[in-house]
């Protein structure tokens, strides 16, 4: 086992660094920043001296060579453009874009796994077939477009509720939350109705699958025949063995709404990470995106790691295969 | 009916009993039309400036301009006809959405199928990046590649295919694993045929079936990423929009009540992508074995 673990953990490490260098490449390989970092009127002293300052005289390998031992000492760099380290830069805004992922996942949790679970129970009523309709629509509906239509009819047409922004904020722990405001809330609403949209279908189908495969099984005909009510079957038998597979896909997709918030919040002008990235992308800001690109990158070797390591403690043959 | 007999015949007979299916099919068909023939059927050709009049700018359905024809459903904020711009923005759609699907149908397959034939180092390589990549989002790769290699056609579809051809490698190499072990691939082998003839003339055609489903779905993919990626101003040049480059457009007129620059696009868009999905979705039913009745 422990062999395994440590096999695994190299092979993150490698697919880290070589990220780094295609992600330092990439980025580094893309427009000349100087022109938007410096004015047009500026001399070419001032030019040359912001050249060297950000160290853009120096070969492409020195540049990464320096990159890296600065990573490692846990500094990503400063964003050219708001002229402040990028790590504080991201997590100035990663509190943003947290909360608006938290409440969309755990709220198309909730609802998924409830409808979904309705939809298992009573697969030929027509909720159940409304419910689905819902799931494929959601599947195949480009988000971006619901967004869209969710600000039209929410905020322009009905008024009910703001179309961006975060609105009022408080102070926790140091951080500002737009959560716990009245205000605040009502501009979360709307972002977080888009981007559960489709975690929400994913969510509905896995419950829905899970619910009538085990609702055929001896555990149910038993808990029926003990005379338990149904409420309490689906809530106390049914809820606890369709819940494998639904933390493990609330993990993993926990990561990928991090990155799909990115089309959420231009949409919504919502001041998150997503937004900051697309930004700098705009302004060619190359500490940002090379840092936001590195810790996306961190993010899903490490929930592969995990995963992997889960799955080798589950499933023995996993971690045999991998040592033979 | 004709042709019955023939398995083409057969599988035809089937996906007609599904409704539903016939007329999603039926939609794709027109649309596809409608994407060859914008040229002749469109009120207007909305690529030449020299038809757009900036007095039409922003007309809600139904107005007559100074073309003397009615925008049947209005004009966007350079003048152009919406009508038109969706029949040409369709095309490009469609042409994307196809171009990236065959190139990642293609590369993907290679990938895949080489890493099931070959096997030991080269499949552990392979297999090992393409399962990297599928647990990465599509959308924020294809993001970070349009950032990288610029903006136009060529880069569009490489960065949709870079995004997709690993859910083809992943889909070939499950099933020309299956198909590898079989006695008939064994047999193949024996005889003097070479590889390459192996692979091309008996592994590949059996693993189709579930390739073509995965195309089916990530042509819709490629559409809607396009049209995502436009939005998101990293898309096409703004002087040939596609449909998500008009959603585009027309967002910041939405504010203002100026619903049908966006809606309208979008509405042709969500009926594409639906409708290529409700095929690909009949399709797998009948290519799942354990669906048979």
Not at chain 2, 28 to 51: G, H
Request: proline share 5%; glycine share 10%.
């Amino acid at each position: 086992m422990l062999g395994f673990i440590i096999q695994r953990f190299l092979q993150a490490v490698g697919v880290m660094a070589v990220m780094s260098v295609i992600v330092f490449c990439g980025v580094y390989a893309i427009g000349n920043p100087i022109d938007i970092v410096i004015p047009p009127e500026a001399t070419e002293e001032i030019r040359q001296e912001a050249i060297r300052r950000l160290g853009l005289d120096r070969p492409l390998y020195e540049q990464y060579l320096i990159f890296l031992g600065n990573l490692l000492q846990g500094d990503l760099g400063r964003s050219f453009v708001y002229n402040i380290p990028v790590l504080e830069l991201i997590g100035g805004r990663l509190p943003a874009t947290l909360e608006l992922v938290l409440i969309s996942v755990i709220s198309a949790t909730v609802a998924g796994v409830t409808l979904g679970i309705y939809a298992g129970y009573r697969p030929d009523s027509w909720v159940a077939k409304t419910i689905m309709a819902v799931s494929v629509l959601g599947f195949s509906v480009p988000s971006f477009w619901v967004g869209l239509i969710l600000i039209l009819t929410f905020a322009v047409n009905l008024g009910w509720l703001p179309a961006g922004g975060r609105g009022d904020t408080v102070q926790i722990w140091g951080v500002e939350w737009s959560f716990p405001t009245v205000n605040g809330f009502s501009h979360i609403i709307l972002p977080a109705i888009n981007l559960a949209l489709f975690k929400l279908a994913m969510m509905i189908r896995l419950a829905r699958a899970g619910t009538r495969e085990i609702m055929l099984t001896d555990t149910i005909k038993f808990a029926r025949a003990a005379g338990l009510s149904e409420g309490t079957i689906l809530r106390r038998h049914l809820l606890k063995l369709i819940s494998i597979p639904i933390i493990t896909v609330f993990g993993l997709e926990l990561g990928s709404t991090l990155a799909f918030a990115v089309v959420t919040e231009t949409i919504f002008s919502w001041p998150g990470v997503g937004k900051l990235i697309i930004d700098s992308i705009g302004v060619l800001d190359r500490p940002v995106m090379v840092a936001y690109l590195i810790l996306v990158a961190f993010l899903f070797v490490t929930i592969n790691f995990v995963i992997d390591l889960v799955f080798a403690l589950i499933d023995p043959r996993v971690r045999h295969g991998a040592s033979s | 009916m004709s042709g019955q007999s023939t398995p083409i015949g057969l599988f035809w007979a089937e996906f007609c009993e599904n409704k539903i299916a016939v007329f999603a099919l039926i939609i794709v068909v027109l649309m596809i039309l409608l994407a060859l023939f914008a040229s002749i059927i469109s009120p207007q050709n909305p690529y030449d400036l020299a038809n757009l009049s900036l007095m039409d700018s922003r007309r809600p359905p139904g107005f007559v301009g100074s073309g003397g024809y009615t925008h049947v459903l209005g004009t966007d904020p350079q003048g152009r006809d919406l009508l038109s711009a969706i029949f040409y923005g369709l095309r490009i759609s469609i042409q994307i959405g196809l171009a990236a699907g065959f190139v990642s149908l293609t590369i993907g397959t290679t990938l895949g199928i080489l890493a099931a034939y070959v096997g030991g180092r080269i499949e552990a390589l392979i297999m090992r990046l393409v399962d990297l990549q599928l647990s990465f989002p599509a959308i924020l790769l294809a993001l970070v590649i349009v950032a990288l290699l610029g903006q136009g056609k060529a880069q569009l579809i490489g960065a949709l295919v870079a995004a997709q051809y690993a859910y083809f490698a992943r889909t070939a190499y499950g099933a020309a694993k299956a198909e590898r072990g079989k006695d008939y691939i064994e047999a193949a082998v024996a005889t003097p045929l070479s590889t390459r003839l192996v692979i091309l003339r008996h592994l590949l055609p059996n693993c189709t079936p579930p390739l073509i489903v995965v195309a089916t779905v990530q042509i819709a993919n490629s559409i809607s990423l396009e049209a995502t990626l436009s939005f998101l101003g990293l898309g096409l040049p703004v002087t040939e929009p596609s449909l998500g480059m008009l959603i585009s457009n027309g967002f910041p007129y939405m504010m203002s009540g100026r619903y049908w620059i966006s809606v309208y696009p979008g509405v042709a868009l969500i009926i594409l992508i639906v409708a290529i999905n409700i095929v690909g979705d009949q399709v797998r039913d009948q290519f799942n074995p354990r669906l048979r009745r």
